[in-house]
């Protein structure tokens, strides 16, 4: 097993059908204004958490809320989880301005999100 820390989770993707409405809900809910706006996602950044909203739950499909574990190395972590059990669903790639994020599934099917900021 790998002994590559992980940072808890900071970033939870929230799959939405109607992005405004939506936007409105967490508005709410937040007490704060959109950081990042556009029409493929809406991110609130409150109290050290990231907030998203995909609309169609985005080009991985989310069906489902996914969390997302923040980790100082994404390959090193996707090879410890995976000898460990857990099957790839998205490898990774990169999202922008220096993230790279991957999925995979533990035995159960429940879907657990890696980020690894550069």
């Not at 409150?46 to 069906?63: A, D, K, N």
């Not at 922008?96 to 900021?117: C, K």
Request: glycine content about 14%; charged content about 15%.
């Amino acid at each position: 097993m790998s002994a590559e820390p992980t940072f808890g989770i900071k970033t939870v993707l929230h799959p939405v059908s109607d992005l405004e409405k939506a936007e409105a809900v967490y508005t709410a809910l937040l007490g704060i204004q959109p950081q990042t706006k556009g029409t493929y996602y809406v991110g609130f950044d409150t109290g050290g958490q990231h907030i998203g909203l995909v609309p169609g739950g985005g080009p991985q499909g989310m069906t489902t809320p996914v969390a997302y574990w923040h980790v100082p190395d994404i390959e090193t972590k996707l090879a410890a989880v995976t000898a460990a059990g857990a099957t790839v669903r998205e490898p990774v790639r990169d999202v922008g301005a220096g993230r790279l994020v991957a999925t995979v599934t533990d035995i159960d099917g429940n879907v657990l999100g890696l980020i690894q900021d550069r």
